[in-house]
């Protein structure tokens, strides 16, 4: 009996569908081999939605997600909507509904992909970047005080509690100790964020006592995006807050090639996790057929590893490598074939490893 995985396709704006479509593809043309049988479910959630029925993220949509085993989504963001509505109304929502206290974002350099890094290859850029996904500056705490006036006050706060920032830090040594990562680099500001990022650091040392084996390390994030362009060699597992891990992971995905190939899941460990391209939903490319679907199925085989399928999750992730490399380059529009074209062949390519 094949194992059955139910999966909410939340395809979202723009060139979220096209992405998710080959994504689906693949799946569904390698699911025998690997003894699975996924069980898609469609949501229309997205910004032409909100436009024709002004709602968000509904009762009904809550539940389909939590009758799922993940959730896999395209791209959220429409040029007639207003820039965080949907941010704020669908994605972190959803983020928050659903506890997702991880956002693990790998920052990989595939072989044959080019990197803007002179002299750096595949060897040097290998790291993952935790980043904790439910706080910190984005926990939403502040307001206005005379608003509209010259007198206008604005805070917006960051909330840092212990629980979440030690259950974010503890995954990070979990996953350092269960794939085969040799160290853990704090990425935090304590020089200046004296009273939250101290209380990441007292944290991350007393963790750190758990794994004796796993080395440790500090950066200001400042530092960090220094090094992750000198020397990103030198990282292998990264952990940090909401806000700093946003950011660093648009320079890590810049140096992994671009936002083609970059993947990233929004995680709770025990409940629904949800998968994503990091890119967003390019509205001039939508429906072209020129978009990079690479990143979307790089986020289904995270999903695919979560979901406890592991030697599956590995040859997707070969099968994209094999396939990167015989594309011209990873934009969307340069790739030297078609959104459908780049999803047949990755799914050649898996089949074939089972031949
Ligand atoms: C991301 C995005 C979101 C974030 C935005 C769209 C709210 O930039 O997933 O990194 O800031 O987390
Ligand atoms: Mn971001």
Known sequence: MSKKLNIALLAGDGTGPEVVREAVKVL?????????????????????????????VTEKDIQQFKNADAVLLGAIGHPDVKPGILE???LLKLRKEFDQYINLR?????????????????EDINFIVVRENTEGLYAGAGGYIHY???????????????????RCIKYAFEYAKNNNRKKVTLCAKTNVLTYAHDL??????QVAEDYPDIETDYGHVDAICMWMVKNPEWFDVIVTDN??????????????????????????????SMFEPIGGSAPKYTNKNVINPLACIGAAAMMVKELGEEKYSKDIDDAIVETAISLESLSAGKMGMSTSEVGDMVLNSLLSQNE
């Open 28 to 56: 569904e043309g390698s699911q025998k081999n690997y003894g699975v049988e996924f069980n898609f479910s469609e949501n229309d959630l997205g910004g032409d939605r909100y436009i024709n029925t002004k709602t968000l």
């Open 88 to 90: 704020q109304g669908i």
């Open 200 to 205: 990441w650091e007292r944290i991350f040392y």
């Open 106 to 122: 790998p920052v990989i350099l595939y072989p044959g992909v080019e990197t803007p890094l002179a002299n750096k290859g595949p």
């Open 148 to 166: 509209g006036t010259k007198n206008e006050v604005a805070t917006q706060e960051s909330i840092n509690t212990y629980f979440a920032i030690h």
């Open 243 to 272: 806000m700093f891990g946003d950011i660093i992971t648009d320079l890590g995905a810049m140096i992994q090639g671009g936002m083609g190939i970059a993947a990233g899941g929004n995680i709770n460990p025990d409940g629904t």
